[in-house]
């Protein structure tokens, strides 16, 4: 039993740490954009990463990424919180999820520095071409 809650605050925390982390920029969908459902879609199942034809190196580096910020933003979080993040965790909504954690000023402040270092450290494991790519899917999506 404790494995499956283990396993559950993991999927949770990947959860929001693929949706809003790595890539805070795919988080949710705008409709204002004429192209943003389809870049979603295509984000939802890894369509994005495939689109930017990343090495096994770079899948490596990201996956190194993504690890170490569940780590971080886990460890901002006091106990009560991450049981919260694991009960909620299945419910899709990561923006309700996140309020109902409660987060205090300064654990807000800690989750955006952790997320800008993360978007820096994937920005920076990709080549000038991927970026770029990156950039075009992310103005699409944003309606930017």
């Known amino acids: 039993m404790f494995n499956n809650l283990k396993r559950g605050l993991a999927i949770a925390t990947i959860s929001l ?3 809003g982390v790595a890539v805070p920029g ?8 004429p192209n943003s459902s389809s870049v979603m879609r ?5 369509g994005v990463w495939k689109e ?11 996956k190194t990424i993504r690890a170490n910020t569940r780590q971080q933003m886990q460890s901002i979080l006091t106990g009560e919180q991450r049981a919260k993040l694991e009960s909620a965790g299945q419910s899709g909504d990561r923006k309700e999820v996140m309020k109902s954690l409660n987060l205090t000023d300064a654990q807000k ?3 955006r520095d952790i997320r800008k270092k993360s978007r820096e450290q994937t920005l920076a494991i990709l080549t ?12 699409q999506r944003s309606g930017k």
Do not use: C, Y
């Not at 988080?27 to 954009?33: D, L, P």
């Not at 000038?128 to 103005?139: A, C, G, M, N, W």
């Open 17 to 19: 740490i693929v949706g």
């Open 26 to 33: 795919f988080t949710s969908a705008q409709t204002s954009a």
């Open 42 to 46: 295509k984000h939802q199942r890894g």
């Open 52 to 62: 930017l034809n990343l090495t096994d190196t770079q899948k490596q580096q990201l």
């Open 109 to 111: 402040q800690q989750m």
């Open 128 to 139: 000038p071409e991927q970026r770029s790519k990156f950039e075009q899917l992310h103005s």
